[in-house]
């Protein structure tokens, strides 16, 4: 009898086994990472294998509040499909080591099976994760062991055509560098870094952002095109590090205006006095602009400068309180801004036990999500520093850094007429990395891992899909 119940048991053992087989994604008892491809990806019991351009990426609560802008994309030839976090997660089932990853590999599947070109997460750190990276920057005063890429969701291949897991020796810690005075290459190595899909963020908090910024992207696109503020470039400086012998912030500034020579051009200059305070930055503002680039010192509270060659005087920028003065309502631009922590989007009031005050990470929300989710007011898509903003003068090399970067944007617009804010996003990270590639075997904090860095934290908040200049 024992004999009998022993061998049905190992019968249907035997069947759940070969069912599993047949179903499951990856062969039982490999942990890969690297490989696999689907033939389609099924949501909501549905197969489908329709090429889409967007990928929408959300939490559930989200969905409905979406639903205008999914249409809206669809209407003007941007094929959208909008995906929910559970059905990414239940269709990742046997891949991926956290949700983090799940996310990567449904952006591959994506990438094979609908040729997605666009990534747009919605939702903020609490709502849809975000991977650290731990690329360690030592600065005097201010250690930076891991700060966030949103560049890991877009970099899917290897330069071999494998999964870039940014993980290569497989500890579950992402893109190691450490400078422990010991290490003298990077842990994970080599990571491609080159993106091969667009990602931005809509990091809302709740339906209300998503309803914001829903109505922003919409009023953007319907009614840029052909007014008479979208050719508009307001540039923002004045004299980075004032024991240096030029005015650092400004000189990036007018590499940017020789970039978009099509444009209308203004500027606001600590060292003509045209910018004196905040007062002059708002004032602009108002009036409407298509693109602004500001180049200076920030944390996620405020972005500032100084006058030429006076380190002890600030002149205070845009801060999370001075935006509520912004009236530039259905007159949004493209923002890009230089230095450190703007896009530091996972602040939140707990931090102030955890950093010191003056990090201000302890705010309710950054200053590069403020500016783009602020009602009225403030720009369509914002994009910058998630960490330390790195700087030419932080290499020995003396040249590079976001002094390079930032002004690569504005060529990719102005010169190379990127039609997408992703593509300017993804062809000025590629410049970057065609201009200073990387060699993970050197020490942490080199001008290799600056490099590396540079392009890591450089974060979109906004909508990768959206036509730069409106449509017709």
Request: contains cysteine; hydrophobic residues 35%.
């Amino acid at each position: 009898m024992k004999q009998k119940m022993l061998k049905n048991l190992i019968l249907k053992l035997s069947i759940l086994l070969l069912i599993l087989i047949l179903i499951s994604p990856l062969p039982l008892g490999l942990k890969s990472t690297n490989y696999t491809h689907f033939s389609s990806i099924q949501i909501e019991n549905e197969i489908t294998t329709e090429p889409y351009d967007l990928l929408i990426i959300t939490p559930q609560e989200f969905t409905e509040s979406l639903q205008e802008l999914v249409d809206h994309k669809n209407r003007v030839g941007m094929k959208t499909k909008l995906v929910t976090l559970s059905e990414v997660y239940d269709n990742m089932f046997w891949q991926g080591r956290d949700d983090a990853e799940k996310i990567k590999y449904f952006i591959k599947e994506s990438i094979e099976t609908w040729d997605i070109e666009y990534v747009l997460l919605v939702g903020d750190f609490r709502l849809m994760p975000i991977r650290y990276v731990h690329n360690q920057d030592v600065q005097q005063g201010f250690n930076e062991p891991v700060f966030i890429s949103e560049l890991y969701y877009a970099d899917i291949y290897n330069q071999d055509g494998s999964f870039s897991s940014w993980d290569t020796d497989n500890d579950a810690v992402f893109g190691e560098w450490y400078d422990d005075g010991v290490s003298t290459k990077a842990e994970d190595q080599p990571i491609d870094l080159y993106p091969d899909v667009a990602v931005g963020r809509l990091a809302c908090r709740n339906k209300v952002e998503v309803k914001v910024l829903v109505d922003k992207i919409i009023t953007y696109e319907t009614q840029a095109y052909g007014s008479d503020w979208a050719d508009d470039l307001l540039v923002c400086a004045g004299d980075t590090y004032p024991d240096m012998p030029t005015n650092e912030g400004e000189e990036n500034t007018k590499h940017v205006l020789e970039n978009m020579t099509d444009y209308d051009q203004s500027h606001l200059w600590t060292s003509d006095e045209t910018l004196t305070g905040v007062r002059d930055i708002i004032s602009a503002f108002n009036d409407g602009l298509g693109f602004v680039y500001f180049d200076g010192h920030a944390n996620p509270f405020r972005w500032s400068t100084h006058p030429p060659g006076d380190g002890s005087t600030w002149i205070k920028g845009l801060s999370l309180i001075t935006m509520s003065l912004l009236r530039n309502k259905d007159e949004y631009p493209i923002v890009v801004v230089g230095g450190c922590h703007n896009l530091q989007f996972d602040v939140h009031f707990q931090k102030i036990f955890e950093d010191p005050f003056y990090y201000f990470t302890w705010v309710p929300e950054c200053w590069g999500w403020k500016l783009t989710r602020t009602i009225n007011g403030g720009s369509v898509a914002t994009l910058g520093c998630s960490g330390l903003g790195m700087t030419k003068e932080d290499k020995d090399s003396f040249s590079g850094a976001g002094d390079y970067l930032e002004p690569s944007f504005f060529y990719q617009v102005g010169v190379n007429n990127s039609e997408y804010l992703g593509d300017a996003w993804m062809n000025t990270l590629r410049m970057y990395l065609d201009k200073y590639p990387i060699d993970w075997d050197t020490p942490a904090a080199w001008d290799y891992a600056i490099d590396a860095k540079t392009v890591q934290q450089w974060v979109m908040l906004g909508d990768p899909s959206l036509k730069i200049g409106g449509y017709p």
